[in-house]
């Protein structure tokens, strides 16, 4: 019996890693306080909604570039990605190795993210969704406030991001059982254009309606809260067609 | 008898037809340039309630906005761009250029209230299409024209405004953040250029 279950801790662990599809994670609903200054009211409801439980991966993404070629790097349309798009790959169908099918996918455009999560029938999360389940930690759906959750944030940032990518995945599960919200890779939402953000709270005037159409721009209501003042300061700069190496995605879906 | 050859002829008549047209089309026959935001597959229903794919608009250059038609302060300031653009032509380049305003707001912009701009405005159907995407798909064209919004709880938006000249392949051109009745004219040297081109 011993003798099987030592089979089987070896066994299970590499049956996740062929799985092809990430596990879904059901997220309950309820209103949370966003920490962007919203001018239309700073708390919003959140519907029940299923969240990937870590964010796809390089041999995950493959798998889609393979059944839709129109998203290989070398035939994609320059409007859907720019020229990084996939340049980690060796090739525009083949991976380096096993340890990088098994990395977070990187380099992909928010069309590249959406097609994918299209394909599986989901869609990308929201911003009000990321941002809901990105504020729990292990124990605590809403961690916001403690000084060591912080802390540990900012010390992924400050960590140079030069060596190779952890694999997606490795990190304990949070309160929701999602897994990697902070500290591999940044994610795409399916919003992430709607993050009208002015850098300063004091450019606010009339430049700023000229420019976002009769309303001010999003404010941070709580600065202390890094980590989602850097996602949204680096989503609201980039284009639909952009990629980076340090952004990836994963998927969402509603729930009846 | 000469009914029935007729209704024989018609099958006939209509394979001519296409084989005619699609003579007529062969720019539209050659692949889009990967770089054409016509890659974007984007079915709008228009004013007149007609749906059609925005690559129905290739083989025309096109100057290209974001609105909605509820929106008090800048959208108004669109259609004067499209106006002064206009105005800057002559007759001619002015019939070989298209207005496309895409709405940001297809659950409120049906063909009524899009024709109720169209015609409080006094735009020319001949050259102005004002079209409502799916609502599924209003991220993505915004996506490829550069456009950044936000819904508001009180269904107003928060968005950037720009507008866009394509050429005839749908190839972003030119763009100008610069809306109202005076236009960038780097924009409008942009338009004569692109509407002379063959």
Same mark, same amino acid.
């Given at each position: 019996?011993?003798?099987?279950?030592?089979?089987?801790?070896?066994?299970?662990?590499?049956?996740?890693?062929?799985?092809?599809?990430?596990?879904?994670?059901?997220?309950?609903?309820?209103?949370?306080?966003?920490?962007?200054?919203?001018?239309?009211?700073?708390?919003?409801?959140?519907?029940?909604?299923?969240?990937?439980?870590?964010?796809?991966?390089?041999?995950?993404?493959?798998?889609?570039?393979?059944?839709?070629?129109?998203?290989?790097?070398?035939?994609?349309?320059?409007?859907?990605?720019?020229?990084?798009?996939?340049?980690?790959?060796?090739?525009?169908?083949?991976?380096?190795?096993?340890?990088?099918?098994?990395?977070?996918?990187?380099?992909?455009?928010?069309?590249?993210?959406?097609?994918?999560?299209?394909?599986?029938?989901?869609?990308?999360?929201?911003?009000?969704?990321?941002?809901?389940?990105?504020?729990?930690?292990?124990?605590?759906?809403?961690?916001?406030?403690?000084?060591?959750?912080?802390?540990?944030?900012?010390?992924?940032?400050?960590?140079?991001?030069?060596?190779?990518?952890?694999?997606?995945?490795?990190?304990?599960?949070?309160?929701?059982?999602?897994?990697?919200?902070?500290?591999?890779?940044?994610?795409?939402?399916?919003?992430?254009?709607?993050?009208?953000?002015?850098?300063?709270?004091?450019?606010?005037?009339?430049?700023?309606?000229?420019?976002?159409?009769?309303?001010?721009?999003?404010?941070?209501?709580?600065?202390?809260?890094?980590?989602?003042?850097?996602?949204?300061?680096?989503?609201?700069?980039?284009?639909?067609?952009?990629?980076?190496?340090?952004?990836?995605?994963?998927?969402?879906?509603?729930?009846? | 008898?000469?009914?029935?050859?007729?209704?024989?002829?018609?099958?006939?008549?209509?394979?001519?037809?296409?084989?005619?047209?699609?003579?007529?089309?062969?720019?539209?026959?050659? =692949? &889009?340039?990967? /770089? !054409?935001?016509?890659?974007?597959?984007?079915? +709008? *229903?228009?004013?007149?309630?007609?749906?059609?794919?925005?690559?129905?608009?290739?083989?025309?250059?096109?100057?290209?906005?974001?609105?909605?038609?509820?929106?008090?302060?800048?959208? =108004? &300031?669109?259609? /004067? !761009?499209?106006?002064?653009?206009?105005?800057? +032509? *002559?007759?001619?380049?002015?019939?070989?250029?298209?207005?496309?305003?895409?709405?940001?707001?297809?659950?409120?912009?049906?063909?009524?209230?899009?024709?109720?701009?169209?015609?409080?405005?006094?735009?020319?159907?001949?050259?102005?299409?004002?079209?409502?995407?799916?609502?599924?798909?209003?991220?993505?064209?915004?996506?490829?024209?550069?456009?950044?919004?936000?819904?508001?709880?009180?269904?107003?938006?928060?968005?950037?405004?720009?507008?866009?000249?394509?050429?005839?392949?749908?190839?972003?051109?030119?763009?100008?953040?610069?809306?109202?009745?005076?236009?960038?004219?780097?924009?409008?040297?942009?338009?004569?250029?692109?509407?002379?081109?063959?």
């Amino acid at each position: 019996m011993r003798r099987f279950t030592a089979l089987l801790l070896f066994v299970l662990p590499v049956a996740g890693l062929c799985a092809g599809d990430a596990a879904w994670v059901k997220v309950p609903g309820g209103s949370f306080r966003s920490a962007l200054k919203y001018e239309d009211g700073g708390i919003a409801k959140i519907a029940k909604f299923e969240m990937q439980k870590r964010p796809v991966t390089n041999a995950e993404f493959l798998t889609f570039v393979q059944a839709h070629p129109q998203w290989r790097r070398d035939r994609v349309a320059t409007v859907f990605a720019d020229e990084r798009y996939l340049s980690q790959w060796p090739s525009s169908t083949r991976l380096a190795d096993e340890a990088q099918a098994a990395q977070p996918v990187v380099d992909v455009s928010w069309f590249a993210a959406q097609g994918y999560c299209q394909a599986q029938g989901a869609r990308l999360p929201t911003w009000r969704e990321w941002e809901y389940v990105a504020a729990a930690d292990e124990t605590r759906r809403d961690a916001r406030k403690d000084p060591a959750w912080r802390e540990r944030i900012l010390g992924w940032y400050a960590r140079p991001s030069s060596g190779p990518l952890p694999r997606a995945g490795l990190q304990a599960p949070d309160a929701y059982g999602v897994q990697d919200v902070h500290g591999l890779v940044w994610e795409w939402t399916d919003d992430f254009s709607s993050l009208l953000v002015s850098g300063d709270n004091r450019v606010q005037g009339d430049a700023d309606k000229m420019k976002f159409c009769g309303a001010g721009a999003l404010s941070m209501d709580d600065r202390e809260n890094y980590a989602v003042l850097m996602r949204v300061a680096m989503l609201s700069s980039l284009e639909a067609r952009d990629t980076t190496n340090s952004l990836g995605f994963r998927c969402a879906r509603d729930l009846p | 008898m000469k009914r029935l050859s007729i209704r024989l002829l018609r099958p006939a008549l209509a394979c001519l037809l296409l084989v005619v047209a699609s003579a007529f089309a062969a720019p539209a026959a050659t =692949p &889009l340039p990967k /770089d !054409s935001v016509y890659q974007l597959p984007l079915p +709008l *229903t228009d004013q007149h309630g007609k749906t059609w794919d925005w690559r129905s608009h290739r083989g025309q250059p096109q100057v290209v906005a974001m609105f909605y038609t509820s929106c008090q302060y800048m959208c =108004p &300031l669109i259609v /004067d !761009s499209g106006k002064a653009v206009q105005h800057a +032509l *002559t007759p001619a380049e002015r019939a070989k250029l298209g207005i496309m305003l895409i709405s940001m707001d297809p659950k409120r912009d049906t063909p009524t209230a899009l024709m109720g701009i169209a015609t409080k405005r006094k735009l020319d159907p001949a050259h102005w299409s004002l079209a409502s995407p799916r609502a599924d798909d209003v991220r993505g064209v915004a996506g490829v024209l550069g456009v950044r919004y936000r819904q508001l709880a009180d269904g107003e938006f928060n968005h950037t405004s720009a507008l866009l000249l394509l050429d005839r392949d749908g190839r972003i051109v030119a763009r100008t953040e610069q809306v109202g009745s005076v236009v960038d004219p780097e924009f409008i040297q942009a338009v004569h250029r692109v509407v002379a081109q063959r």
